[in-house]
Protein backbone atom coordinates (compact mmCIF):
# COMPACT_ATOMS: atom_id res chain seq x y z
CA UNK A 1 0.00 0.00 0.00
CA UNK A 2 2.72 2.25 1.08
CA UNK A 3 4.45 1.78 -2.39
CA UNK A 4 1.04 2.61 -4.54
CA UNK A 5 1.46 5.96 -2.40
CA UNK A 6 4.57 6.93 -3.83
CA UNK A 7 3.73 5.84 -7.43
CA UNK A 8 0.74 8.29 -7.23
CA UNK A 9 3.02 10.97 -5.36
CA UNK A 10 5.35 10.51 -7.95
CA UNK A 11 3.26 10.79 -11.09
CA UNK A 12 1.86 13.88 -9.41
CA UNK A 13 5.48 15.46 -8.57
CA UNK A 14 6.23 14.74 -12.31
CA UNK A 15 2.74 16.78 -13.32
CA UNK A 16 4.01 19.48 -11.06
CA UNK A 17 7.54 19.52 -13.24
CA UNK A 18 6.22 19.18 -16.46
CA UNK A 19 3.57 21.86 -15.57
CA UNK A 20 7.00 24.14 -14.35
CA UNK A 21 5.37 23.95 -10.55
CA UNK A 22 7.50 24.06 -7.65
CA UNK A 23 7.21 21.96 -4.89
CA UNK A 24 8.17 21.41 -1.26
CA UNK A 25 9.14 18.11 0.47
CA UNK A 26 5.46 17.20 0.13
CA UNK A 27 3.89 13.76 0.21
CA UNK A 28 -0.25 14.98 0.93
CA UNK A 29 -1.22 13.58 -2.80
CA UNK A 30 -4.07 16.14 -2.71
CA UNK A 31 -2.13 19.01 -2.06
CA UNK A 32 0.13 17.64 -5.01
CA UNK A 33 -2.93 17.55 -7.33
CA UNK A 34 -3.68 21.36 -6.01
CA UNK A 35 -0.64 22.40 -6.81
CA UNK A 36 0.02 21.13 -9.69
CA UNK A 37 -3.90 22.17 -11.04
CA UNK A 38 -5.07 18.76 -11.63
CA UNK A 39 -7.59 19.34 -8.51
CA UNK A 40 -9.89 21.42 -10.82
CA UNK A 41 -10.92 18.01 -12.10
CA UNK A 42 -12.19 16.18 -9.58
CA UNK A 43 -14.86 15.07 -7.93
CA UNK A 44 -15.24 14.51 -4.01
CA UNK A 45 -14.81 11.11 -4.56
CA UNK A 46 -11.72 11.24 -6.02
CA UNK A 47 -10.38 13.54 -3.32
CA UNK A 48 -11.28 11.24 -0.82
CA UNK A 49 -9.37 8.54 -3.15
CA UNK A 50 -6.12 10.75 -2.98
CA UNK A 51 -6.70 11.49 0.64
CA UNK A 52 -7.11 7.79 1.53
CA UNK A 53 -4.09 6.43 0.09
CA UNK A 54 -2.22 9.19 0.98
CA UNK A 55 -2.72 7.77 4.35
CA UNK A 56 -0.87 4.64 3.33
CA UNK A 57 2.50 6.71 3.68
CA UNK A 58 2.71 5.26 7.51
CA UNK A 59 5.60 6.60 9.67
CA UNK A 60 7.61 4.17 10.34
CA UNK A 61 7.98 5.13 14.24
CA UNK A 62 4.36 4.77 15.36
CA UNK A 63 3.74 0.87 15.51
CA UNK A 64 0.35 1.30 17.17
CA UNK A 65 -0.68 2.53 14.21
CA UNK A 66 1.25 0.34 11.87
CA UNK A 67 -0.69 -2.74 13.32
CA UNK A 68 -3.86 -0.74 13.35
CA UNK A 69 -3.81 -0.30 9.74
CA UNK A 70 -2.40 -3.96 9.15
CA UNK A 71 -5.48 -5.43 10.82
CA UNK A 72 -7.55 -3.64 8.15
CA UNK A 73 -5.58 -4.38 5.26
CA UNK A 74 -7.54 -7.20 4.87
CA UNK A 75 -7.54 -8.85 0.83
CA UNK A 76 -10.64 -7.60 -0.45
CA UNK A 77 -9.10 -3.79 1.69
CA UNK A 78 -6.12 -4.31 -0.34
CA UNK A 79 -7.50 -5.45 -3.72
CA UNK A 80 -9.79 -2.68 -3.79
CA UNK A 81 -7.29 0.40 -2.98
CA UNK A 82 -4.62 -1.44 -5.32
CA UNK A 83 -7.25 -1.35 -7.81
CA UNK A 84 -7.62 2.31 -7.36
CA UNK A 85 -4.14 3.44 -6.81
CA UNK A 86 -2.97 1.45 -10.47
CA UNK A 87 -6.05 3.44 -11.98
CA UNK A 88 -4.70 6.81 -10.67
CA UNK A 89 -1.41 5.95 -11.25
CA UNK A 90 -2.47 5.52 -14.94
CA UNK A 91 -4.54 8.24 -15.38
CA UNK A 92 -1.74 10.90 -14.51
CA UNK A 93 1.06 9.25 -16.04
CA UNK A 94 -0.90 9.27 -19.16
CA UNK A 95 -1.39 13.27 -18.48
CA UNK A 96 1.99 13.43 -18.20
CA UNK A 97 2.71 12.22 -21.15
CA UNK A 98 0.26 13.95 -23.33
CA UNK A 99 1.89 17.18 -21.87
CA UNK A 100 5.71 16.15 -22.07
CA UNK A 101 4.50 15.24 -25.72
CA UNK A 102 3.25 18.86 -26.37
CA UNK A 103 6.19 20.69 -24.60
CA UNK A 104 8.66 18.98 -26.95
CA UNK A 105 6.42 19.72 -30.26
CA UNK A 106 6.70 23.04 -29.45
CA UNK A 107 10.11 23.40 -28.95
CA UNK A 108 12.79 24.33 -31.97
CA UNK A 109 14.07 21.86 -34.19
CA UNK A 110 17.40 22.28 -33.41
CA UNK A 111 18.46 19.38 -36.16
CA UNK A 112 17.01 22.04 -38.77
CA UNK A 113 19.25 25.03 -37.19
CA UNK A 114 22.32 23.06 -37.73
CA UNK A 115 24.06 23.56 -40.90
Request: net charge positive.
Amino acid sequence: MFCGHLAVEKMLKALCAVRNVKIDREHKLLKLAKDSGYISNLSITEQQELLTITSFNLEARYDDYKRRFHAICTSQYVDTWSKTIFRWYKEVRKLVIQERATLSNNEPDTQSLVK
